[in-house]
């Protein structure tokens, strides 16, 4: 499981884990308030503790974030602490934003008791809006504002779930063939949904912004113009005459990497953020931010996965520097190199961190053929499928 941009882990059903096992002193801080302070100590120190992301309890604990902004060490998953199906891990940080990897990931079994829970996994379509609620509220006890986005592998009964809320990616990764099992949601992708919620409700755009899109940013002297434009019911272009509410910035503005929603954000799905505002202002982001996964299924019984069958789970820090194509490449070359290495997952989702960060180069990050790397934090599972055997109970 991958959290983006988090400052806690959860796991699937959205069970909060910020008082780790292990964690004696923050426990009873929270359940033993000193009299007189009515739980006070125990806020301070849960906050203390989550200023900083915590790493994945699985990563050697000498794996170190980086001392030093612009550091960027990779730390992967230790062989004395196996992960589950002997899946690999392995991240980098960021460049010169912070000192912590902003990504947050987690491994781990999960029981499940109840036969109609059972059914209702393997029916589930996604998180409900009240659940993105609870973690505002959980949120807001700490004092914290953050958002994430969040790419989920959950294996039942013979069947992979893959969710997905944001801009991570799952690849299914085979001998002749590669499937990608998740799509990024980003404001262009969800332009249709995000201009028809501002027709609706236009108030959520408090009069700075417009709904509509226009190839680039409308000037003063042009109105009473004929300019192309586009509005949530249509699929091509077509053309208006400018007026005065179309000088408002655009909804949705920019190209590519560098698309953002109201001029903050670059993804459209993901979880928290409900007191985002833009810059300067009381207008609210999350209205136009969707907590519902995307989820696809893999029916095991339809696939006879062999040992080099991988499932890459990465986030956007590894696809903005490398296409599908790439990786599989990557992936198929390395695992046929390395096949009686115990720890190959886990040098495999290595080897690709390392590849996307690329290397120092005086003050620049480049890739091996000296195009840019990534500055972004990079968090990379490789799930090797052959091994689900024996686990389907």
């Not at 013979?158 to 997905?164: D, H």
């Not at 990608?180 to 609706?200: D, G, M, W």
């Amino acid at each position: 499981m991958v959290y983006r941009e988090g400052e806690r882990e959860k796991t699937v059903t959205g069970v909060e884990t910020l008082r780790e096992a292990g964690d004696e002193e923050a426990k009873r801080a929270w359940s033993e308030p000193k009299e007189g302070d009515r739980g006070s100590h125990a806020r301070k120190l849960v906050q203390q503790r989550t200023a900083i992301p915590r790493r994945p309890r699985f990563l050697p604990a000498a794996c170190g974030d980086g001392k030093t902004l612009g550091s960027r060490p990779v730390s992967s998953s230790s062989k004395d602490w196996p992960l589950l199906w002997d899946t690999g891990y392995a991240e980098v940080i960021n460049a010169q934003k912070s000192i912590s990897n902003e990504d947050q990931a987690m491994c781990c079994h999960i029981n499940i008791m109840k036969a109609e829970s059972c059914a209702r996994a393997e029916g589930a379509s996604g998180i409900k809006p009240e659940k993105d609620e609870m973690i505002g509220q959980e949120l807001a006890t700490t004092n914290q504002s953050d958002g994430c986005t969040a790419l989920v592998a959950f294996y039942l009964q013979g069947k992979l779930y893959i969710a997905n809320a944001g801009d991570s990616r799952a690849l299914l990764i085979q001998k002749q063939s590669l499937l990608q099992l998740s799509s990024e949601f980003t404001p262009e992708v969800e332009r249709k949904r995000i201009q028809h919620l501002a027709f609706v409700y236009p108030k959520l755009l408090a009069h700075e912004f417009t709904r509509f899109e226009f190839p680039r940013r409308l000037k003063r002297e042009e109105l009473g113009q004929k300019v192309l434009y586009r509005d949530y019911y249509m699929e091509g272009w077509g053309y208006k005459i400018i007026d005065e509410a179309d000088l408002r910035y655009p909804l949705i503005h920019g190209q590519g990497r560098r698309t953002r929603l109201l001029g903050t954000l670059a993804v459209s799905r993901g979880l928290g953020d409900h007191h985002l505002k833009v810059f300067d202002s009381d207008i609210m982001v999350k209205p136009f931010l969707s907590c519902i996964p995307e989820v696809k299924v893999l029916d095991f019984t339809k696939f006879e996965f062999l040992e080099d069958d991988v499932l890459i789970m990465a986030t956007d820090g590894l696809w903005d520097v490398m296409c599908n194509e790439e990786v599989a490449q990557i992936t198929r070359t390395f695992l046929d190199d390395n096949t009686v290495n115990p720890s190959r997952f886990s040098e495999l989702a290595a080897h690709l961190v390392h590849l996307a960060r690329g290397s120092l180069n005086e003050h620049q990050w480049i890739l091996d053929n000296n195009s840019p790397a990534s500055y972004d934090d990079i968090s990379v599972f490789a799930i090797p499928l052959s091994r689900q055997r024996g686990h389907d109970n």
